[in-house]
Each structure stands twice: as structure tokens, then as C-alpha cells.
């Protein structure tokens, strides 16, 4: 059974920093792109940040220079540093992962969510 492991929410004030973590585990043989994906109350999840199994970044408008993503193949694990944090970033983030289980094929995982909560 494939499953994401976040942590490494909290509540900051603004202007601090929080690192998150997504671990990987189970039967896992392969993983292709890995994101973050955040929601505030009201509103719908969206994408914060993706990073495929090369490397190559994408990330949402408001968090360009604040935010930035990055993977550990060895660990099945990815990060997503966050600085100059903001009320708008108050949300649950999601990790999610496309993901080659022993038997399961390609599918799509989400991690629990972890809560982001920045105080102004």
C-alpha cells in the first residue's frame, strides 16, 4: 500500500519560514512528478509547485521567490521551503505524487494534508 506522509506544518507569523516534507512509502518501484498543492478555506485547492523526476520546477504566480520546491530520489521524499510567509499562504497543504506501485500500475497519490497557518 503507497502512501504520502506530510510534515511540517505549523503556525508562524509573517515573514517566517516553514519547511514541508513529503515522504513516499510502501511497494513504491518508480515516481514521476511530485507538487504541492494547497487550500484555503472557501476556496479550491490549487497548485503551489511541481517538480518532475529531473528536476525541472513549476511554480504558482504568488510564490515565485518565496517558495521553492525540491525532491530526494533516494528518499522517495519531497520539500517545499516557504519564506517571506504571508497571510494569503494560510491553507492545508497537499502532497501529491504519480506513483508506480508493485502491482497497482501509474496512479495518482495525496498525501493527509498538513495546516499552514500564518498570523499576521
Known amino acids: 500500500q503507497v502512501q504520502l506522509v506530510e510534515s511540517g506544518g505549523g503556525l508562524v507569523q509573517a515573514g517566517e519560514s516553514l519547511r514541508l516534507s513529503c515522504a513516499a512509502s510502501g511497494s513504491i518501484l518508480g515516481i514521476r512528478g511530485m507538487g504541492w498543492y494547497r487550500q484555503a478555506p472557501g476556496k479550491e485547492r490549487e497548485l503551489v509547485a511541481s517538480i518532475t523526476a529531473g528536476g525541472s520546477t513549476n511554480y504558482a504566480d504568488s510564490v515565485k521567490g518565496r517558495f521553492t520546491i525540491s525532491r530526494d530520489n533516494a528518499k522517495d521524499t519531497v520539500y517545499l521551503q516557504m519564506i517571506v510567509l504571508e497571510p494569503e499562504d494560510t491553507a492545508v497543504y497537499y502532497c501529491?505524487?504519480?506513483?508506480?506501485?508493485?502491482?497497482?500500475?501509474?496512479?495518482?497519490?495525496w498525501g493527509q494534508g498538513t495546516q499552514v497557518t500564518v498570523s499576521s
Open positions: 501529491n505524487a504519480d506513483i508506480l506501485g508493485l502491482g497497482a500500475g501509474w496512479k495518482d497519490y
